[in-house]
């Protein structure tokens, strides 16, 4: 047990060295430490106080080796760094100049009287809930039940909160909108809200997940031995089905408890809570990013708690793991055996981190860089090459899945999706929203400069533009000393700059399946690939991979969306390639695991035997019985992409200004709502739009997977 | 007829409704079991004879089956017509089961003390020291120095200790009937003589009769009374074993006896079923 918790522990060596090295290579190499000075300082940036608040921090030090006469070798703002993390030394932060220690010790009460709370009742909950869909399962109950979890999913979070503090609190009084006292039993009437909010949030999501867990039990054949018994239905669920599956669920809550700390950086925000989620996001705003690195860092760590206190768990309750024997545990892939292997990993890492820290701050990369970037900028613009890659994108997805629909798992597939009420409705609907996304990128040779008009504004060229607000099918512009006659009526109304509000909604369908769509392209051949080399060539292949996606799921997500914008800074694509680097770890962990199956089967050995060579092993043979899994990665991750960007946008890190997106929709509702008369019409449509599309993927990817494996729907 | 049977079967069919069709996996079959009776039903897999099995106390799960026609009476009660209530009264009470697979079928977090009392604990709620209940039955499927052995988990047993705890969880109610599903398929050969062994033993110690579902014609001689022989959904000869074993009538009986291996026989390849012969021969 001892000797299983130091090896456990060590392995975090490894993970934390390389988060460290990435955050090192995110903050100072992606980006340079003046223009770093140059962010944080904003309009007091002059030569002279950039060089001073380089020198205050020692960032003026060179970035790798100190090779100055008088300087020590390592001596340098990556050593430097290091050394402090390695300490526990968080540092100071860029703006408040406040201990950022400080900052986490003041910040981890708050957060945690929300979430702690909010993690157990939601827990409890979940669990009942359904054990009660399970009980019920397959009558129409359960089926609606599903439903309903997914709808409750398909909603951002930012709407539930703007909803319960506008309503519940503001309108109806019933619980402060604002504030936080820790004052014995009236904290309470603080933290009440939040609470029931955030257990909402995530509410529909475990219930789900819970129910596949429980369902999955329900199948074993001890559920038989014991109806055999003549135990009755409740009381199965409640002994034999709970215990087994509580113990499958340990995986899914353990290793969340420590990251409760963090808070939620929504929640904080709106309701003033002086927790970490609250800080986090004025770091954000306030392009602070000594206090974001330092927060990726301790996401990190508290996520290795997690993982071992998983472990722990299922040591302490489940009967067959005695820890130290197991492979059965979170513990990466080297189990700590192979010491060598691992240092010659680290020392890669670092000497690639080294080579690109040197590339990247090199003048001829960033003259390359930019040189290219606006000549492919040109190249893209011309209305007909964008229509072709437009048509190419969609041609490319359809060519994929009609090559797949050769196969007869997928032919069968296919025949019993078309039987699925849920699924195809939700396919029409997700097919409406392609079209209209369609419809704004294909463009028209009409109108001022080169890129032309999309064939949408086109359609809606009559739709008059006006000066302000004005309520859905007004006559007159919202306004109570001075209200104008509109050049139109407008269904939903306008929005702030007198922009039909439908219009705009339609027009942000081109925003998220922009991002959905490209995220994709990049994610899916990324992720498929490397999960099929890991699980076909194991070893160290193997290791190496899985060691990079420790590494990536290592760091909270939205830790890892956020700091890599905020480097990276606002534009479409990068929020696209942003994305796509946290996206991929799922379906390759997916790949992983199915290849590893597959590659046991006798065909794969056939074609060895055959002297076919690996790559067409992996392309002929393993990807087309994977491909399904990725298909229906695809689709359920479309759903949560187009949900990252509402939030993205929503944190201000995601689309440019002047993009339509509904994020920044429901964003600007923050101002809306409190005005009087409440402007509502925006948000509702934002929410709207983009409730309908995430439903619709999240209910297709479902009927998809029960397509696909009918046994376990 | 001097007594009731204790179990009677009449023209019994069972569907199953899958996406492309019904199936008919049961197709009007019909027997009777004496109390203290052994019957071997014996047929390869998908001839229903699991099926069938698990259709005397309903444990198929509805949907995707159906009872289509036929009555199954136990002790002269339909059991097709009784309610969730008077179905679980019967399972484990009247008519116990053991599984092919022990080591799936035994909950792998409870201790195999927990999962025999919980049956004791159901049907017999009058017995008041469940621990010496248990032990009592452990020992009776010979384990050894079963109170040591009260707190052990599944896994930490070997297959054949598991599937006598499976025996001993059956037992523990005093079943009339106990319905044994293959249960020595997944077990080593030597194993699998044990576990026959132990079953010929208890026929004689507890008054109980059995069915015993197997595809193994080899190890119902001298265990099982009668022997029905079930093909692609139906009883195609039903008899005393002695009788079926010595002067088998259908072709597909007649086939899976050729199937035996025989202790001093000549080297040749074992007989394999011509499934297009039968057809043809109906």
């Not at chain 1, 029931?196 to 329900?218: P, Q």
Request: hydrophobic share 50%.
């Amino acid at each position: 047990m001892l000797a299983y918790l130091v090896r456990r522990l060590l392995y975090v060596v490894p993970i934390l060295f390389g988060v460290m090295v990435l955050t090192f290579a995110l903050f100072f190499v992606m980006q340079s430490p003046e223009s770093m000075a140059r962010n944080v300082l904003g309009k007091r940036a002059n030569p002279q106080n950039v060089q001073q608040w380089l020198e205050k921090r020692g960032y003026d030090k060179p970035l790798f080796f100190n090779t100055q006469p008088e300087g020590q070798l390592f001596d340098s703002i990556f050593w430097n760094q290091m050394r402090r993390f390695a300490t526990l030394d968080l540092g100071k932060s860029d703006t408040t100049e406040r201990e950022i220690s400080q900052v986490f010790r003041e910040g981890a009460g708050p957060s945690l009287l929300i979430t702690l709370p909010a993690f157990l009742i939601g827990l409890g909950l979940a669990v009942m809930l359904s054990l009660y869909l399970v009980f019920l399962r397959d009558s129409p109950i359960d089926t609606a039940g599903v439903v309903f979890c997914v709808a409750l999913m398909s909603i951002p979070a930012m709407v539930y909160i703007i909803f319960g503090q506008g309503v519940v609190a503001l309108s109806l009084n019933w619980f402060p909108a604002f504030g936080f006292h820790a004052e014995g039993l009236a904290t309470l009437r603080f933290i009440l809200l939040p609470v029931l909010l955030m257990v909402i949030i995530h509410l529909g999501r475990d219930v789900r997940l819970y129910r596949a867990v429980f369902l999955e039990e329900i199948a074993q054949d001890y559920v038989r031995t014991a109806r055999a018994k003549g135990v009755s239905n409740s009381r199965l669920l409640r002994t034999h089905v709970l215990k087994n599956g509580l113990i499958s669920l340990i995986t899914l809550t353990v290793s969340q408890l420590p990251q409760l700390i963090l808070g939620s950086l929504l929640l904080e925000n709106f309701f003033g809570i002086p927790g970490l989620g609250n800080a986090l996001f004025h770091a954000i705003q306030t392009n602070d990013f000594a206090t974001v690195g330092a927060f990726v860092f301790l996401g990190a760590l508290l996520i290795q708690a997690g993982y071992i206190a998983t472990d722990l768990c299922y040591g302490l309750v489940d009967p067959r793991i005695r820890l130290g024997s197991s492979a059965e545990t979170t513990a990466g892939p080297a189990h700590g055996t192979a010491w060598g292997k691992w240092a010659a990993l680290l020392a890669g890492g670092a000497l690639l981190v080294w080579a690109l820290g040197s590339g990247f701050q090199s003048a001829w990369w960033k003259g390359t860089w930019t040189a290219l970037s606006t000549k492919g900028g040109q190249l893209l613009a011309g209305v007909w090459v964008q229509n072709a890659l437009v048509v190419g994108g969609f041609a490319l997805v359809a060519g994929l899945i009609l090559a797949g629909a050769r196969n007869e798992r997928w032919q069968r597939a296919f025949s019993r999706l078309r039987r699925d009420r849920i699924g195809v409705t939700a396919g029409i609907v997700i097919a409406l929203y392609l079209l209209i996304g369609a419809l704004d990128m294909l463009r028209l040779p009409i109108g001022p400069g080169t890129s032309g008009t999309t064939v949408l504004d086109w359609l809606a060229r009559g739709i008059p533009a006006e000066k302000s607000y004005s309520a859905p099918l007004a006559t007159h512009t919202l306004s109570v000393v001075n209200p104008e006659p509109l050049r139109g009526r407008h269904l939903l109304g306008t929005t702030a700059l007198g922009k039909d509000t439908l219009l705009e909604v339609l027009k942000a369908c081109r925003t998220a399946l922009l991002i959905g769509g490209l995220t994709s392209a990049i994610y899916l051949p990324i992720g498929a690939l490397l999960g099929i080399m890991a699980g076909y060539f194991r070893r160290w292949t193997d290791d190496l991979i899985q060691y990079v996606y420790s590494l990536v799921s290592s760091i909270p997500d939205i830790l890892l969306l956020v700091s890599v914008l905020l480097v990276l800074g606002k534009s479409l694509t990068n929020m696209s390639i942003t994305l796509a680097l946290t996206s991929w770890v799922g379906l390759c962990r997916l790949l992983r695991g199915e290849t590893l199956r597959q590659s046991e089967r006798p065909y794969v050995a056939a074609a060895r035997a055959l002297g076919q060579s690996h790559w067409k092993i992996i392309t002929r043979h393993l990807l087309p019985n994977v491909m399904h899994l990725v298909l229906i990665n695809f689709v359920l991750g479309f759903s949560s992409l187009v949900l990252a960007e509402a939030i993205l946008s929503y944190l201000g890190v995601g689309a440019p200004v002047g993009t339509a997106s509904w994020g920044a929709m429901i964003d600007s509702a923050r101002n809306e709502l409190s005005r009087e008369p409440q402007i509502w019409w925006n948000i509702a449509a934002a929410t709207g739009a983009l409730f309908f599309l995430v439903l619709s993927l999240n209910l297709f990817g479902d009927a998809l997977r029960r397509a696909f494996d009918p046994k376990r729907g | 007829m001097p007594t009731a049977p204790l179990l009677d079967i009449r023209n019994l069919a069972i569907d199953f409704a899958t996406e492309t069709g019904t199936v008919e996996a049961v197709k009007g079959i019909s027997f009777t079991v004496a109390e203290g009776e052994t019957l071997a039903i014996v047929g390869e897999s998908g001839s229903g004879k699991s099926v069938t099995g698990l259709a005397l106390t309903r444990l198929l799960p509805e949907p995707p089956a159906i009872y289509r026609t036929g009555e199954i009476l136990l002790s002269g009660r339909d059991v097709l017509k009784m309610n969730p209530r008077e179905l679980r009264n019967i399972r484990g009470n009247k008519i116990a089961y053991i599984f092919q697979e022990p080591s799936t079928s035994l909950n792998p977090v409870f201790t195999i003390r927990n999962q025999i009392a919980e049956a004791i604990q159901l049907h017999r709620p009058e017995v008041r020291d469940l621990d010496a209940e248990v032990v009592k039955y452990l020992d009776l499927v010979g384990i050894v120095d079963p109170t040591k052995r009260l707190h052990d988990y599944p896994h930490q047993l070997s297959g054949g200790m598991q599937q006598r705890v499976m025996i001993a969880m059956a037992l523990s109610c005093q079943p009339e009937l106990l319905v044994a599903d293959e249960p020595t398929t997944a077990l080593d050969v030597t194993i699998q003589a044990q576990i026959i062994d132990q079953l010929r033993e208890l026929k004689t110690r507890v008054r109980m009769a059995i069915i015993l579902i197997t595809h193994n014609f080899g190890i119902i001689s001298g265990l099982a009374d009668h022997v029905a022989v079930m093909f692609r959904g139906k009883i195609v000869e039903y008899g005393p074993t002695r009788e079926v074993l010595a002067n088998p009538q259908h072709p597909y009986t007649r086939a899976l006896i050729q199937c035996i291996p025989q202790l001093g026989a000549k080297r040749e390849r074992l007989a394999t079923i011509d499934h297009a012969a039968l057809e043809a021969a109906g």
